[in-house]
């Protein structure tokens, strides 16, 4: 069956470090894949999506590129800040939002 | 746009007793709604999923008689946990896609539920 693996947190950056939190999907067909993040005590926001290959999306500094060949969406942002500590969830969608499935969610922790 | 609302967002109720949660789209209509459950420093967990104007249909391991849905609009679902104990206490989340944005899973807030 479709899957998303993450990589294991927590992650603890410094304020302005570069981060990576990586992402490889399992899927029959074409998914749409998709970034959200759970500030504590919320729900999920989403963050960003794309829906085909070689699409980047990009929202609030963070970006992914959707690789097929690599069946990565590996999450990016130059400089983060303490505001950005948070879970971060990576998941697909296939059959028309009939099927999604999350990743385990990936903890970060920014310290200024 | 794309908002989904859940109320309440924190409850405490009485061991026995039954909860209702309410989980609404308020600029969108929502063909289909999920309702997930999620302990603390833990993924989501899906527990239903559920089309308007028929059954949900839930995920194994899940007791439809303990955690009942109903999807009676395009804009409303509920989840009523009955004779509620102190091991249902989770945060339980709902989310809902619809219209133009069927690929895409837009969620509540999350209401606390705490048993005693």
């Known amino acids: 069956g479709d899957s998303v693996t993450q990589m294991e947190g927590p992650v603890t950056l410094s304020e302005e470090a570069f981060l990576t939190i990586n992402c490889t999907y399992t899927?029959?067909?074409?998914?749409?894949l998709f970034w959200y993040v759970q500030y504590p005590g919320e729900g999920l926001q989403l963050l960003l999506k794309?829906?085909?290959?070689?699409d980047k999306g990009s929202n609030k500094g963070f970006e992914a590129t959707y690789r097929k060949e690599t069946t990565s969406f590996h999450l990016e942002k130059g400089s983060v800040q303490v505001s950005d500590s948070a879970v971060y969830f990576c998941?697909?969608?296939?059959?028309?939002?009939?099927?999604?499935?999350f990743g385990p969610g990936t903890r970060l922790s920014v310290l200024p | 746009g794309a908002v989904v609302s859940q109320h309440p967002s924190w409850v405490i109720c009485k061991s026995g007793t039954s909860v209702k949660i309410e989980c609404r789209s308020l600029?969108?209509?929502?063909?289909?709604m999920f309702w997930y459950r999620q302990f603390p420093k833990q993924s989501l967990m899906l527990m239903a999923t559920?089309?308007?104007?028929?059954?949900?249909?839930?995920e194994q391991g899940v007791e439809k008689d303990k955690f009942l849905i109903n999807h009676a609009s395009l804009t409303l679902s509920t989840l009523t946990v009955t004779s509620a104990h102190p091991e249902d206490s989770s945060f339980y989340i709902c989310?809902?896609?619809?219209?133009?944005?069927?690929?895409?899973?837009?969620f509540g807030p999350g209401t606390r539920l705490t048993v005693l």
């Open positions: 559920s089309n308007e104007g028929s059954k949900a249909t839930y």
């Open positions: 998941a697909l969608s296939t059959n028309y939002g009939q099927n999604f499935v």
């Open positions: 989310s809902a896609t619809g219209g133009g944005r069927a690929d895409t899973q837009y």
């Open positions: 600029d969108f209509q929502a063909t289909t």
């Open positions: 899927a029959t067909g074409y998914p749409s």
């Open positions: 794309a829906t085909k290959a070689d």
